[in-house]
């Protein structure tokens, strides 16, 4: 199989999704960050490499991703909205402070 810098393979063996950076006649440089966040570069034999079809992460990397942002999005609206109500109801009360004291004038002049 003909590899090219930018395809995500893997080993036939399974484990981490890796980048191709560089093609030779037998080997594919490769690289990968390990779970703990620690980049690797290797030159693996082709034959035990794969190819990963991108649709495969696109739908679950995209539903998983479209999640996240919906529930954030949501949460800020909420967050919009309350901060908006407390406003409103601040409003409010000054208004109704200024309604009470224009009364107290009134009656003072009475």
Do not use: Y
Request: aromatic share 4%; net charge negative.
């Amino acid at each position: 199989m003909a590899f090219a810098p930018g395809d995500i393979v893997t080993l036939k063996s399974g484990g981490h999704s890796m980048t191709v950076v560089a093609v030779s006649d037998e080997d594919v440089d490769c690289l990968w960050v390990a779970d703990d966040g620690e980049l690797f570069r290797q030159s693996i034999p082709a034959i035990a490499l794969t190819v990963v079809e991108l649709t495969e992460f696109d739908e679950a990397d995209e539903s998983s991703e479209d999640e996240e942002t919906e529930a954030e999005e949501e949460g800020e609206d909420e967050a919009e909205a309350d901060e908006e109500d407390e406003d409103d109801d601040k409003d409010d009360a000054e208004e109704e402070d200024d309604d009470e004291n224009t009364q107290k004038r009134r009656a003072k002049r009475r």
